[in-house]
């Protein structure tokens, strides 16, 4: 089984789809794949994200960004913000960020300078910078679901100086 995630562009119009396999029971997260799709539709390349092994019912791959080559994403299984190359594969930490600042939000995106932008249960807005800090620029009110135990908001974007929030349920951004 197999379910789509998040869908991202890079500056050559290229898609990147998020996929993940399940096993035969739909239960445990088996392969975590971004496939590179050209702007005609067709495949180029399959990332297999490295290090989900576990007993993962949902994905562990938050935010994630291609840009010059490289997929930029936060892995939660193992704490830590990487970067990959897409024409070797290969694997790297990514900054010096604050990890459990990172681990705490529930959003995560990158803006166009590749600083890191974060959202928190608490409606806090926050910037990673390049040094590796987090800084809290801002505060929005976040809905709940209607039992009170979940957060709606999916997704936080930071583009063209202004923060764009998507609502998990409705699509509202």
């Given amino acids: 089984y197999a379910q789509i995630g998040k869908v991202v562009f890079d500056e050559q119009n290229q898609a990147y789809v998020q996929v993940i396999c399940y ?4 239960r445990y997260v088996e392969e975590e794949i971004i496939c590179r799709f050209d ?3 067709k495949e180029m390349s ?3 994200i490295p290090d989900i092994q576990g007993q993962n019912t949902e994905s562990k791959i938050r935010g994630f960004k291609c840009k010059d080559g490289f997929l930029y994403y936060y892995n ?3 704490s830590r913000l990487v970067r ?3 024409e070797s594969g290969e694997v790297e930490a990514y900054g010096t960020y604050d990890n459990e600042a990172i681990e705490n939000s529930f959003a995560l ?3 166009e300078d590749d600083t890191v932008a974060l959202a928190y249960i608490d409606g806090s807005l ?3 910078n390049s040094d590796g800090t987090i800084q809290e620029i801002g505060r929005i009110n976040y809905r709940l679901s209607e039992e009170g135990t979940e957060t709606i908001v999916n997704q936080h974007l ?3 100086g202004k923060h764009y929030v998507t609502d998990g349920r409705y699509f509202d951004a």
């Fill in 158 to 160: 930071y583009f063209g």
């Fill in 46 to 48: 399959r990332f297999v």
């Fill in 23 to 26: 096993d035969d029971d739909y």
């Fill in 109 to 111: 995106g990158f803006t």
């Fill in 76 to 78: 939660e299984n193992v």
């Fill in 84 to 86: 990959m190359d897409t």
């Fill in 39 to 41: 702007s005609d539709g």
């Fill in 126 to 128: 926050a910037l990673g």
